[in-house]
């Protein structure tokens, strides 16, 4: 369980959120009833409706406790204190390193559960708006910097990046084999000086 799981603040609500990844990554969205999930936890569905609007809700807290938001985690530890591209280097190298694991496995069926249900398709498109904030800004200060051409518009970089990132989503769901870190990560960084402005791009 995540860190994001455990903060104790409510812990009928983190069981709740832990029951449902349980029943959704066991019967998919669809399948999975408010009712089950909250046998799951202990409780009766007052437990839920109390705390949740409903299934939608349930499902995005639940990817929430089990994902998260590499960029803010790499500043919260202070770890790159140089270039911004350094930052986007190193998370698209976690691309082939990182395992499928229930976080993945949950964003994957909230994308398919989108496709038939509204409010499952507008609170992903929130979540994703949401991450998307911190990566916008990396952008628009490698812009300020010269580390990225300054006409290049920053949501087309943000949405290709996103692109790329759930493409590995659908590899992990089936299992195909990924390619090797040390080529991937030449191309990452070539990607990255790719977009750098030639006058002040830095050299390899």
Known sequence: MSDAAATGADPTRDRLIEAA??????????GAGVQEIA?????????????????????????????????????????FE??????????????VTDPFDD?????????VAARRDP????LMRQLIRQRGETFAALVEDAKASGLVVA??????????????????????????????AGPWEQLIAQLVRALGDPVTRPEP
């Open 119 to 122: 409010e499952v398709a507008e």
């Open 151 to 180: 006409d290049l518009e920053t949501e087309a970089v943000v949405r290709f990046c996103h692109a790329v990132g759930f493409g590995f989503l659908l590899f992990g769901a089936i299992d195909l084999e990924q390619p090797a």
């Open 21 to 30: 990844a349980t029943v959704f990554a066991e019967k998919g969205y669809d």
């Open 103 to 111: 976080g993945q496995a949950l964003l994957l069926e909230a994308f």
């Open 39 to 79: 046998r799951r936890a202990g409780f009766t569905t007052g437990a839920i409706y109390g705390r949740f609007r409903g299934k939608a809700e349930l499902l995005l807290a639940a990817i929430e406790a089990h994902t998260t938001n590499e960029l803010e985690q790499l500043f919260a530890d202070h770890r």
């Open 82 to 95: 140089g270039r911004v591209t350094d930052i986007l280097t190193t998370v698209g190298s976690h691309l």
